[in-house]
């Protein structure tokens, strides 16, 4: 019995390890978009961007948030792959980055790739970009989150606030596609969560693994006789 116990403790206390070595969500990048103009078009297929002139602090990863000014933040054209519902539709993956003033790729704050996208145009939540399915693939930003939220990586997500759309979108019930369309300044939030070491998630197993093992001993010796 002493043994049972002693194994019992032991992955219990593999599996509270785990869990206190396990990743939680947090922001990686705030975008404040100061640039005037045009800064996204969209040609009725292709929704593209201009690059856009920012401010970028680091929330959720220092107490007083670093602001680097200017910044540059590009993606790659997007395609729409889906029909509009609610004022919303699909667009495709692709990458981006986050430069510093010197637009130097060295240099970058923040590059990724994400899965695809979604557009809502016009609702009545206002307009926004959405990107899914990010994966953090690099620059100093996430350098500096990793340093406080340890991981073999980071994924997540973020999203774009746009303004002055024009002209104003009428989307028709099952519409193909939306019009064409341009829209000025933006406001984003890249959050993100660590990718697990390999570490916990062995220990994640061993712990459980071990519960199970006890349980199934348990169950074989069957009840004890009063």
Do not use: C, W
């Not at 774009?160 to 019009?179: D, R, Y």
């Not at 570490?199 to 199934?216: D, K, V």
């Amino acid at each position: 019995m002493k043994t049972q116990n002693t194994a019992a403790a032991l992955a219990l206390a593999a599996l509270t390890l785990a869990g206190a070595t396990a990743s939680r969500a947090d922001t990686i990048a705030n975008i404040g978009m100061t640039q005037t103009g045009t800064t996204f078009t969209f040609d009725g297929t292709t929704l593209a961007d201009a690059p856009l002139t920012g401010n970028l602090g680091l929330a959720g990863i220092q107490t007083a948030p670093s602001i680097v000014n200017p910044i540059y933040f590009s993606f790659g054209p997007i395609t729409e792959t889906g029909p509009v519902v609610s004022n919303t539709a699909a667009f495709s993956g692709g990458s981006f980055t986050i430069y510093d003033s010197t637009q130097i790729l060295a240099n970058a704050l923040l590059t990724g790739t994400f899965a695809g996208s979604q557009a809502t145009i016009g609702g009545s939540t206002g307009s926004v970009l959405n990107f899914d399915s990010v994966t953090y693939t690099g620059g100093s930003d996430l350098t500096t989150f990793l340093a406080s939220h340890p991981g073999s990586g980071a994924t997540g997500g973020f999203s774009l606030s746009l303004s002055a759309v024009s002209p104003t979108v009428s989307v028709p019930l099952n519409a193909s596609a939306f019009p064409a369309f341009h829209a000025t300044g933006s406001v984003g939030t890249f959050d993100a969560t660590a990718v697990p070491e390999p570490g916990p998630i062995a220990l994640f197993a061993i712990g459980g693994m071990g519960l199970a093992g006890l349980g199934l001993r348990a169950r074989r010796r069957g009840p004890v006789a009063a």
